[in-house]
């Protein structure tokens, strides 16, 4: 028979099991365990006037205030909550911020309805820590980036590689300024995470794209940056009709699809227009007035000639956006890093399918 009170050790293990977070909704979008549910002991308003309570008086009057405010109904709709995850994931367990007050509560709570769960010793602090000693270990195997122009399809050769690692994935992000995801990305917490997992599942070898630290707005943690800084790369070249098919079905087709998909034919053509235009106009500073009012003029053309199915009506302005801005600003970022001493060691310069080769070859001598 389990301990109504039982404590179990922070280990990584458990993030095989059900995990039910009691911390506030707040704190949990701040940055969870993968695969927790959060059902919360207080709300975001009652954890803060507790808190306030807290500092003003200590924690003997803020648990009596914390009673207080989550009694009556309000208990009694968090006790059906955990009831129910239960009744579908017997074997949860239990967790606040350090694994105190919040959880011992959920858990006496519980146990006074007739159910013994374990809570984390030292809570998600705790199993964050044990996460960031992962990430530090696994940050040190060995590492091949993916390097190529804007439209070389680096992410799909990733994903074809059984150690690949997909950074932009992890992120909800494509990198450029045309990436953002229609789907809210991840915290930093969140996205530290699901690297992390990702990483624990390759015993060996990883293969990434050559990315810079920041992926919209997260950044790639700093140990496995360092990884990366000093891996050595394969490029990838393509001709320009080839790649702007891949930018086409990437960041029109698809994205397109996902709008219209989760808001509707008019509103999401809306907000898909909305961002593409938006995008180009974040590069209006780098692009320059008149090119801005030109590529924007053509984009607007585009949007029209998509009515009839013409996607390809949109490379009248990914294709100088292309030849005049991201091609020039890759190679010169190139020829700097080669004067400044800081290029990567270059395995081999190919087209896509040479390219995966090389990368399979490599996954192979390095996968013992």
Known sequence: MREPHELIDADLALLGRPLIDVRAPIEFAAGALPGAINLPLMDDDERREVGIRYKRAGQASAVELGNDLVSGDHRESRL??????????????????????????????????????PRIRGGWKAMRNRLIEA???????????????????????????????????????????????????????????????????????????????RIGRLAIPATFWQSMKAAPCIRVEMPLEWRLEQIRKDYIEDLSTIYHRDYGPHLGEVLFRKQLSGALKRLGKRLGGERLARLLAAQQHAFSASRHNNAQAHDAWLAPLLQEYYDPMYRHQLERHQLEGQSRPTLHVGDWDSCVEVARDWEREHAG
């Open 135 to 213: 990430l530090e270990a696994h940050s040190q195997a060995p590492l091949l980036l993916v390097a190529g122009l804007t439209g070389c399809a680096k992410t799909a050769l990733i994903n074809s590689l059984d150690a690949g690692v997909d950074l932009e994935g992890h992120a909800r992000h494509k990198g450029s300024a045309f990436g953002q995801h229609p789907m809210v990305g991840p915290s930093q917490i969140d996205f530290e995470h699901g690297l992390t997992l990702d990483l624990m599942r390759l015993p060996r070898a990883r293969v990434v794209e050559d990315e810079s630290q």
């Open 80 to 117: 059906i909550a955990w009831e129910q995850a239960i009744a579908a994931a017997p074997d949860s367990v239990i967790y606040c911020f350090r694994g105190g007050m919040r959880s011992k509560i959920s858990q006496q709570w519980l146990a006074e309805r007739g159910y013994s769960l």
